[in-house]
């Protein structure tokens, strides 16, 4: 018997959303205040004193570029989604995949896969960011370096680790 192959959610926001486009309504507007909130707490911890000059000119470049990181981030687990149709006789194809989708914690290798795909957008968030205070002349290089990272550590995506089913 042929085993069925799913396409499950890869991460909330980008099928969700393909098929809910109006939750866009939440998802946005949450995504933007997260980003907002982890930048004003960063600039906050580093006593700099125009906090509100710095969120002005960066925060629209940090949300936008998030989003392009989170879908880094996607492109490396989407390959997991057709495992089994690669290797269709093999079994352990079908248990990593449908792991990895639907529930990183069931097999070593889907957790692997996916804490790749949290990385890669979290390092993608880091030079993005990096690049995006290249012109800010309100912050000194330690403190794009330590905001950089803040916001690559606190806003990679990290509900790709969320299970969508328990089995």
């Known amino acids: 018997m042929k085993k069925e192959v799913r396409l499950y959610n890869v991460i909330l926001p980008i099928w969700l959303l393909w098929l809910f ?3 866009f309504i939440f ?4 995504n933007l205040a ?7 707490v960063t ?11 710095v969120l002005k000119k960066l925060w629209w470049k940090f ?9 880094m981030g996607v492109l490396v687990l989407l390959p997991g989604a057709f495992l089994p149709a690669l290797f269709s006789d093999a079994a352990w194809t079908y248990d990593i995949s449908t792991a990895m989708i639907a529930n990183p914690f069931r097999h070593p290798a889907s957790l692997l896969w ?8 979290g390092v993608c968030i880091y030079f993005f960011d990096k690049r995006a205070m290249k012109k800010c002349d309100l912050l000194t ?3 794009k370096h330590v905001v950089a990272l803040t916001m ?11 299970p969508m089913y328990l089995y």
């Open 63 to 71: 949300w936008l570029l998030g989003f392009l990181a989170d879908f």
């Open 27 to 30: 998802v946005v507007p949450a």
């Open 43 to 53: 600039l906050t911890a580093l006593r700099h004193r125009g906090k509100g000059a």
């Open 34 to 40: 997260v980003d907002c909130v982890v930048l004003a």
């Open 21 to 23: 486009p109006q939750l």
């Open 114 to 121: 996916t804490l790749v795909g949290v990385a890669l957008a």
């Open 141 to 143: 290089a330690g403190e």
């Open 152 to 162: 690559a550590i606190v806003t990679a995506p990290w509900l790709f680790l969320v």
